[in-house]
């Protein structure tokens, strides 16, 4: 029994040991360079809306940019906000048409400097045409680990956007 309480005091001055380490390297910058958002509680990030290159896109700006190291890791900006379905719950259509449209994620990207992301819009069924605004956005989730700790929407006039198939 004796042995057994060495042993759980080993584990635990371990355990501590790491947590320590863990608190002590959150400080600093990361390996490109980008100063490290969590050690600071996180940067405050705001989403704007303008119109994209092509009809069927819009680029939301983010400002200030997100870090390497996130861009690296995560397809787009919409990662931390809870919505229920991915495809639609970051906008809101207003318009008309035969076809649905919807947010297509896997022809959308950042730009090098994380500062814009181009949104791609697609439709099922057929073509549609209007605007597109970005929707509120109420909470969000995991942003800490990646040094966010808010997003918010700014400039949100409404983008015309023609899907045509």
Aim: glycine residues 10%; charged residues 15%.
């Amino acid at each position: 029994m004796f042995v057994n309480r060495i042993n759980l005091r080993n584990v635990a001055t371990i355990v501590a040991c790491l947590a320590v380490c863990a608190v002590m390297s959150c400080g600093g910058k990361d390996k490109d360079g980008d100063e490290n958002g969590a050690a600071k509680g996180g940067v405050d990030i705001t989403l704007s809306l303008k119109a994209g290159a092509k009809v069927n896109e819009v680029i939301v700006t983010c400002s200030p940019a997100f870090s390497k190291s996130y861009l690296e890791s995560i397809a787009s900006p919409f990662h931390f906000i809870k919505t229920q379905n991915p495809t639609d719950g970051y906008f809101n259509f207003t318009g008309s048409g035969a076809g649905e449209p919807f947010f297509y994620l896997y022809e959308s990207e950042f730009n090098a400097a994380g500062t814009e992301f181009t949104c791609v819009f697609e439709t099922i069924g057929g073509n549609w045409t209007g605007t597109v605004t970005l929707k509120p956005i109420t909470s969000i989730h995991d942003g800490s680990f990646f040094g966010v700790k808010s997003l918010k929407v700014g400039t949100n006039n409404p983008v015309s956007v023609s899907i045509i198939k």
